[in-house]
């Protein structure tokens, strides 16, 4: 394995920029699904598309930690502190890449509801129905992680955009999809 390089791999750049995209689209099908009431067979397809969106996050996650555990990244920019903190977010943001997805599906289980994903099947309840845990895990799903999440792109985006203005090193532009 290569152990000193300046580039991201194209693999890992087109992971990032897919699940990227995947969860602006999973943000936006949740939020479209709320256009229309109760009973309408559109917001049960925005509903079913923010699952399956979900479900393919989480399948990419974790092609994108294996991934990068075969295939090493390039030197960090800045000083201590930022290399520390450019690993502890991204570091959160695999971790959020994963729960988001599992809580989501947890928190169907124990509601007692199927799961659709793909339009091709559904994942049936595999759990006793249990509303509080329920209530609880899509409380942790929608306010606790998505919070953080959010919190995380703020900080990701404004620290590439520090890198490029301030710093004026290639952080960003190792990472731009047309590089």
Not at 11 to 33: F, R
Not at 40 to 51: G, S, V
Request: hydrophobic letters at 50%; glycine letters at 6%.
């Amino acid at each position: 394995m290569q152990t000193n390089i300046d580039r991201w791999n194209p693999v890992s750049k087109g992971l990032h920029w897919l699940i990227a995209i995947l969860i602006l689209c999973a943000w936006g099908s949740i939020e479209l699904h709320e256009f229309y009431e109760k009973g309408d067979p559109m917001r049960k397809w925005w509903e079913y598309l923010h699952f399956t969106i979900g479900f393919g996050i989480l399948l990419l996650a974790l092609l994108r930690l294996y991934w990068r555990s075969t295939h090493p990244r390039p030197k960090l920019f800045g000083g201590r502190w930022q290399r520390k903190v450019s690993l502890l977010v991204q570091g959160l943001f695999y971790v959020l890449m994963l729960a988001m997805p599992i809580t989501g599906m947890a928190m169907r289980q124990f509601a007692g509801k199927e799961t659709p994903l793909f339009w091709l099947f559904k994942l049936p309840p595999l759990v006793e129905k249990n509303i509080d845990i329920a209530e609880q895990l899509e409380f942790f799903h929608k306010e606790l992680l998505w919070n953080t999440l959010l919190a995380l792109l703020v900080l990701h985006i404004s620290g590439a955009l520090w890198h490029h203005f301030v710093n004026r090193d290639d952080t960003l532009r190792h990472m731009l999809p047309w590089r």
